[in-house]
């Protein structure tokens, strides 16, 4: 019989993202994994979410600069995180510009990598899919304004390590 723990080890094999995965078998991301296809790349300061000033353009890719956990403790969010729409029709697989046809966004956190004792960043190819939890949503694509609520369980994290975020429609359960 399969578990959790077992379906989430096989699946960090088979993805190669083995560290964050275990991160996620650990308490980090709860239960087995929820893909996630990143549509807009978010920085995090501890307070709020932007959208970095580097990022270049919708569906190109992005070197991610991860924010570290200075405590454990729960990613709390105080309210709605009220972003700009953008990129709305680049999660659309079929290139129609209809929010129809494009699923809800949302926020989701990565757990990254480690290297020599840091947590690294990563490069992201445009639309490329990974394990994330979400931690505010879902939105329209087509909004005037996007305003993410708050979702339970909240993100748990550890002192030290890394987290990236991205606006990302869900892609498989």
Not at 106 to 134: C, E, L, Q
């Amino acid at each position: 019989m399969w578990t959790a723990a077992s379906v989430c080890l096989a699946l960090a094999t088979l993805c190669g993202t083995s560290v964050a995965m275990q991160d996620a078998v650990n308490g980090v991301i709860p239960g087995p994994p929820t893909f996630y296809q990143w549509v807009l790349p978010l920085e995090y300061d501890g307070v709020s979410f932007t959208v970095p000033k580097a990022y270049a353009s919708c569906g190109t890719a992005w070197d991610a600069r991860p924010y570290v956990a200075s405590k454990d403790g729960r990613l709390t969010l105080n309210g709605p995180v009220t972003l700009q729409p953008m990129c709305a029709s680049s999660g659309n697989a079929s290139n129609v510009p209809s929010s129809a046809d494009t699923p809800a966004f949302y926020i989701v956190a990565r757990p990254v990598s480690w290297t020599n004792g840091k947590p690294d960043g990563g490069h992201f190819d445009a639309k490329s899919s990974f394990p994330a939890i979400a931690v505010a949503g879902p939105v329209e694509p087509g909004a005037q304004s996007w305003r993410f609520k708050p979702l339970q369980p909240e993100l748990k994290m550890r002192a030290g390590y890394g987290y990236m975020f991205f606006v990302a429609q869900l892609v498989a359960l």
